[in-house]
């Protein structure tokens, strides 16, 4: 008996290694550790586990999906939950023009679409405050039609539907759809200049999703008021052999019945300077500033500056320390020092 | 005494000759070693890239910025490992980055959903053979190939580029 077991394991193994090696899947994953100094206090901990896989199905038909396991306090047991974070269904049409369905980082700004959860991609240990304030929805449910690297300043797209805040991921709770236009250029090697504009209506009652902090620890609210959301944002990336500088802001311009229109600014501008392959000194600043009377963002001022080292070990790995200064609204002001060692694998 | 003398002389002399031989073999291996590694050779599937590209195209090919030839072919990029000679100078010549920063280029296209990363080979023949048989295929080599079945891709006017 044991012996067929062993024989059905090993059939197995082979039809799965085959069959992935046909469909051409990659398995990567990404996660980090770090120490922490703050409020008089060290701590140890790490964020999240981030499993990527891509695999080629057809000529012409490719998926993406990406699952995070990372703590979570509203879970159970080993206090550690699981979220899907991208699942992408990717259709070449013609050239570089795809159809994308699934779940998405919305492609609002340069650093939700392009590091998100792989830490070891951030030029800093966390996300900018703009990120982590709940001004953008970070993710979208939906279809959407791109296109890249197109004519001499290698323009890129992409127009996406998505069902918007306040919706499951397999439901839409009313019949409002978002909508995110999104263009960028690449005018130079290394350089890339990007604008969108993302449109939706939260219904009221609806319950949307809050980030908590840069771990993403998440709680649900419910919304008191119909909201009309505008964003418009804006971004200009080059990361040179030596220079490496990152620009980002949006604009959010909510509307209720109750307080007509009110405006939120984020933003944060990084630069850093290559001494040598591995090493890079950085700084990065950051703002998001609330209209008096917001009532869908919860209001908290807040303006961080933060100077720190990043040590390349290889491409694999990076070791980063890093000093930041915040100062909000609600926490008051506070000094941190943090170290991160950021891995893929 | 005289024979013992005879022998402490001449034992350096020889030492000295199979020494200097040993340099100046070195010294000619390594100008053959570095004239073999000076030459980089675009190659591609006959159903695929075009004969002849600038070179400002074939690195954005190669940074996988095009996902399909004119003939409708899937753009597949097959590169040395960037621990060969030959796959530090791919970096270098068609990529303007360190091996390193091409590998975390390839994983971050990967994260992104942008492009899926090359095919990396240890071998020659093995990149050959590999382009040989996958249409669309393009890949980067050090002399010219010697798989009959791939084809020459001129960049900018020249078959190779010389380092």
Redesign the interface.
Same mark, same amino acid.
């Given at each position: 008996m044991k012996q067929i077991f062993y024989l059905f394991a090993i059939v197995i193994c082979i039809f799965f290694y085959s069959s992935v090696n046909a469909q051409?899947t990659?398995i990567?994953g990404?996660s980090a550790a770090s120490v922490t100094y703050l409020d008089k206090k060290i701590s140890f901990g790490f964020s999240e586990q981030d499993i990527?896989i891509?695999s080629?199905l057809t000529?012409?038909l490719?998926f993406?999906g990406e699952t995070v396991f990372r703590y979570d306090d509203h879970s159970t047991g080993t206090k550690f939950g699981v979220e899907v974070e991208?699942v992408?269904m990717?259709y070449?049409i013609?050239?570089?023009h795809?159809l994308l369905f699934g779940k998405h980082h919305t492609p609002i700004n340069y650093w939700n679409?392009?590091y998100h959860h792989?830490k070891?991609?951030y030029p800093t240990i966390d996300r900018p405050l703009l990120f982590i304030s709940n001004i953008i929805p970070l993710h979208t449910t939906g279809i959407a039609l791109q296109g890249?690297?197109l004519g001499k300043l290698?323009f890129g797209y992409d127009l996406m539907v998505g069902n918007g805040l306040g919706s499951t991921e397999i439901e839409d709770n009313d019949n409002n759809k978002s909508l995110t236009i999104a263009a960028h250029i690449k005018p130079a090697?290394n350089l890339r200049i990007g604008a969108s504009y993302y449109y939706d209506i939260i219904s009221k009652g609806a319950s949307v999703h809050s980030h908590q902090d840069d771990q993403e620890r998440h709680e649900d609210r419910v919304v008191d008021w119909r909201v009309v959301q505008n964003l418009f944002s804006g971004s200009v990336a080059y990361f040179g052999?030596k220079f490496e500088i990152l620009a980002e802001g949006t604009l959010a311009v909510n509307r209720t019945d109750t307080t007509c229109y009110k405006k939120t600014l984020g933003y944060y501008l990084y630069a850093g300077y290559k001494v040598t392959?591995k090493i890079t000194p950085y700084f990065r600043i950051d703002d998001v500033h609330f209209q008096n009377g917001e009532i869908f963002y919860i209001k908290d001022n807040k303006s961080s500056f933060i100077t720190g080292i990043n040590y390349?070990i290889?491409?694999?790995a990076n070791l980063k320390l890093e000093y930041q200064y915040l100062h909000s609204e609600i926490t008051g002001d506070r000094n941190k020092i943090s170290a991160q060692i950021a891995i893929?694998f | 005494m005289g024979n013992k003398k005879t022998i402490i002389y001449k034992e350096p002399e020889r030492s000295i000759v199979i020494k200097f031989s040993m340099v100046a073999c070195l010294l000619v291996m390594s100008i053959i070693v570095k004239c073999q590694v000076e030459t980089l050779t675009i190659i591609c599937n006959s159903n695929g890239a075009p004969a002849t590209m600038k070179f400002t195209e074939l690195r954005?090919v190669m940074k996988g910025?095009?996902?399909?030839w004119n003939s409708g072919a899937?753009v597949v990029i097959a590169l040395m490992k960037t621990s060969t000679t030959v796959g530090k100078n791919t970096a270098q010549v068609i990529y @303007?980055?360190?091996g390193?920063?091409l590998?975390?280029y390839w994983? #971050?296209q990967?994260?992104? #959903? @942008?492009a899926?990363?090359p095919k990396f080979f240890n071998t020659k023949s093995e990149l050959e053979e590999y382009v040989a048989e996958n249409p669309g295929a393009i890949g980067v080599i050090d002399p010219p190939p010697a798989n009959n079945e791939v084809k020459i891709v001129s960049v900018d006017g020249k078959t190779q580029f010389i380092l």
């Open positions: 051409n990659q990567r990404f990527l891509t080629d000529d012409r490719s993406l991208r992408i990717k070449n013609k050239g570089n795809n679409d392009t792989g070891l991609f890249h690297d290698k090697d052999p392959d390349q290889n491409y694999l893929g | 954005s910025e095009r996902q399909r899937k @303007n980055m360190s390193d920063a590998l975390k994983l #971050g990967t994260y992104q #959903g @942008n899926h990363a």
